[in-house]
């Protein structure tokens, strides 16, 4: 029987490092049996009532369990935050199914998860690639042709744009702040792809000061959403995991975007 430890040890094996500090088991024990695997992007009550659902006893969670964020590893966590009712109720089923979590953060975007986005968008290889800063080159593009072909390739009716003053006719040079890579409290890696060239910005999730960090500086940005920028690395993920251990159920999950068009 697979056990959490193999699926760890894996990971660390794709990565060449060991799973990182916000990573782990986060409700249960590593010791607990493995007989099959849920893997989503974030372990919401449907998520886990789908684990239940499939007899598994282990469900793998990219973003955090309980609110707020990685509040497991903060050192100076709300008081109460674990009757705090979205996180009491995460608990009360995980534990009415007799499940484990697992939480693989940035080891699964490392492993296949942006470049998933990427390709998912149609991007080619980048031509600048060091680590998470990759920069993607396109023929030339207007904002609006790009717009349609994210919202073609991704099946959304409308996503956020954030238009910049001074921004080219044409955009060639692509970054992608995937995920939540785009939000204000992850400028950083918004001025990383800054400091490459990029002429536009293609997010998962971002928010007002996100937006305005790269448009104030004539970069436009296109968001899409966490959930639909990492959905597809986290099925290919689950793939792979399958593949590894071929005597265990893995099954993907997939977590809806949370807002719609209206």
């Known amino acids: 029987m697979t056990t959490i430890t193999q699926i760890t040890n894996y990971v660390s094996q794709l990565t060449g490092h060991s799973i990182n500090r916000d990573e782990g088991v986060h409700h249960g024990t590593i010791d607990d049996p493995v007989n099959g695997v849920t893997v989503c992007w974030m372990a919401t009550p449907d998520a886990l009532r789908f684990a239940g659902e499939q007899g598994h006893s282990l469900i793998i969670g990219h973003e955090s369990l309980y609110y707020p964020y990685d ?9 109460g935050w674990q009757e705090w009712p979205t996180n009491r109720q995460r608990r009360e089923l995980l534990d009415a199914h007799n499940l484990t979590f697992l939480r693989l953060h940035g080891s699964v975007d490392e492993i296949c998860i942006l470049d998933d986005f990427a390709e998912q968008i149609g991007m080619d290889e980048p031509i600048h690639n ?10 030339p593009i207007s904002v609006d042709a790009l717009v349609a072909q994210v919202k073609e390739k991704l099946g959304m009716d409308g996503v956020r744009v954030a238009p910049a003053a001074g921004m080219p006719e044409n955009v060639r040079r692509i970054g992608l702040p995937w995920g939540g890579m785009a939000l204000f409290v992850n400028v950083n890696y918004q001025q990383k792809l800054i400091e490459q060239g990029v002429d536009l910005l293609i997010a998962g999730e971002t928010d007002n000061y996100g937006f305005r960090f790269a448009q104030e500086l004539g970069i436009p940005m296109i ?11 986290i099925r290919h993920f689950a793939q792979m995991l399958g593949a590894k251990f071929a005597d265990t ?4 999950y997939e977590n809806e975007c949370v807002w719609e068009m209206r």
Request: net charge negative; aromatic share 12%; hydrophobic share 25%.
């Open 71 to 79: 509040v497991v590893n903060r050192e100076d966590p709300p008081k």
């Open 249 to 252: 159920d893995f099954v993907f």
């Open 223 to 233: 968001e899409t959403s966490h959930e639909i920028s990492e959905n597809k690395g």
């Open 130 to 139: 060091e680590g998470y800063v990759k920069i993607y080159e396109v023929d």
